[in-house]
């Protein structure tokens, strides 16, 4: 079974900090994985995919097979970043998320 | 545009009506899902499918029922709401592309069961 593990409910930063959500899963196959972003009153929205190798809004994930991990980092936390991230895995034709990291950004 | 629309985006409706969810998307996609999320809560993959006249249960057990008769039409249906349907449900679509998939998300709609 396929499962997506994001053990962190609320992520406290301040503006400049660095910043790191966590991101663990598993599944027998080869997964795709994504984080997804939801700000305030606006749709889920995707944030990057790990078959690009992208950075988004200074964000970065990492795809570490042997720890079948997926973190979500980003260096220097903007308080236009407060938002709810979600880890999500695409595997056997299902897209599954993760419980969501609310992160908070302070000035 | 291309986009995905749900409707209504707030309903308030009392115990044991039937109601139904509309979906649609203009974006041509093969695959739509509905989720089920309370406010910053987790999403819960209630239904999915790969195209015209294919649905399957998601991981979260849900008395709704759907259809896809259409590609770009994906409506979810209560026969009976209960005070436990309240929530938000999310429909989204996506395509294969290559290796690239990506899901889009509608408005959602919030039921309110009273």
């Known amino acids: 079974a396929q499962r997506v593990t994001q053990p962190e409910k609320l992520l406290s930063v301040f503006k400049g900090a660095p910043v790191e959500l966590k991101c663990n899963y598993s599944y027998s196959g080869s997964p795709e994985l994504f984080w997804y972003v939801q700000y305030s009153r606006q749709r889920l929205q995707l944030l990057l995919r790990h078959i690009s190798r992208e950075s988004i809004k200074g964000f970065t994930a990492d795809l570490n097979k042997g720890e079948t991990s997926f973190h979500l980092k980003k260096p220097f936390a903007q308080e236009e970043d407060s938002a709810m991230y979600y880890c999500a895995l695409r595997g056997w034709g299902k897209l599954q998320f993760g419980a969501g990291t609310q992160v908070v950004v302070t000035p | 545009e291309a986009d995905i629309y749900q409707t209504p985006r707030y309903l308030v409706i009392g115990t044991g009506k039937k109601i139904t969810l509309e979906c649609s998307q203009t974006?041509?996609?093969?695959?739509m899902y509905w989720y089920q999320q309370d406010p910053g809560m987790e999403l819960h993959l209630i239904h999915y499918s790969y195209g015209v006249n294919s649905t399957e249960k998601g991981d979260l057990s849900s008395e709704s029922t759907v259809s896809r008769i259409r590609t770009e039409h994906f409506p979810l249906t209560l026969e009976s709401a209960r005070p436990s349907h309240t929530s938000q449900y999310l429909c989204a679509s996506s395509a294969y592309r290559g290796q690239a998939t990506e899901a889009f998300f509608g408005q959602g709609t919030r039921l309110t069961v009273v």
């Open positions: 974006m041509g996609h093969d695959k």
